[in-house]
């Protein structure tokens, strides 16, 4: 089993959901990020994604676009992040790591080169946001070499014959966008996103993480009670953006909340 997936199994022997963490690496600044990456731990986390800094991030909402453009101001490419990764497993050898992004950098590197540079540093897991099932047997092929696992989006207006393919090919975790639109969108209905998630479940075993319209705890606890997992970005990187000088208290203590909320509908 990979490290997501023995996570996964252990929180489900514990009863509770994974949080999953999202920010940009390097922003608000490089020398930030695994300092950050050690407080999101403590702040509860039990999977990182790590984004990979891009210049047309077209998934994303405004908050991570700008921290985007702030990392690669500060000259952060695909290697640096590698680094951090590296640096990251120097002391923690539990959390997995999944490095999130868009096909350009990987294609820059060479797939090949990517995967098991990406083994190298400690990396579990990989989700391309502009990698469709349709064009990424070859990478998962490649990743699965690496023992990466391969993590794909799945969207409310996913067909049925989508899915099938997306079960075949996804590993560790699905990732379910909740919302049409971009990240940092708001309104998320936790009753259509439980019908959307029992409909998926008829075609995988892979948990299901719902991400996009997480703000605060009482959103991160509706969604816990439906999926199997919460995964919380822009309002993370947000918080961290508003006060760079103390982002890594910040993003600790900002993640302790959403933890703390989401165990407290376990209790429930």
């Given at each position: ?20 963490p ?70 923690n ?36 946001v ?21 993590v ?26 909740s ?22 479940r008829?075609?995988?075993k ?21 999926s ?17 000088a ?13 933890r ?9």
């Amino acid at each position: 089993m990979s490290r997501i997936s023995d996570t996964f199994a252990r929180l489900e022997k514990q009863g509770r959901k994974a949080l999953i963490p999202f920010f940009t690496a390097g922003d608000p600044d490089p020398a930030s990020c695994v300092p950050v990456m050690h407080a999101l731990v403590a702040g509860g986390a039990d999977v990182i994604e790590l984004g990979v800094p891009f210049s047309d991030p077209m998934a994303d909402g405004p908050v991570i676009q700008r921290s985007s453009e702030r990392a690669l101001k500060h000259g952060v490419t695909l290697r640096d992040v590698l680094g951090w990764v590296a640096e990251f497993r120097k002391t923690n050898s539990d959390t997995p790591v999944v490095l999130m992004g868009y096909a350009n950098p990987i294609e820059a590197m060479g797939e090949e080169k990517f995967a098991q540079a990406a083994r190298a540093a400690g990396a579990d897991g990989v989700l391309v946001v502009d990698y469709p099932p349709e064009e990424a047997q070859k990478l998962v092929g490649i990743l699965d070499g690496a023992g990466l696992d391969t993590v794909f989006l799945l969207s409310p207006t996913t067909s049925d014959a989508r899915l099938r393919e997306v079960a075949e090919l996804g590993r560790g975790y699905l990732y379910y966008v909740s919302l049409k639109g971009v990240t940092g969108a708001a309104n998320i209905d936790t009753a259509e996103v439980a019908k959307r998630l029992n409909h998926i479940r008829g075609f995988t075993k892979l948990p299901v993480g719902v991400g996009f319209g997480i703000r605060d705890g009482e959103t991160a606890r509706a969604v816990a009670q439906v999926s199997d997992a919460v995964v919380i970005g822009s309002r993370l990187v947000q918080e961290m953006a508003d006060d760079p000088a103390q982002a890594v208290a910040k993003a600790q203590g900002f993640l302790s909340g959403i933890r703390a909320a989401m165990d407290r509908a376990k209790a429930a």
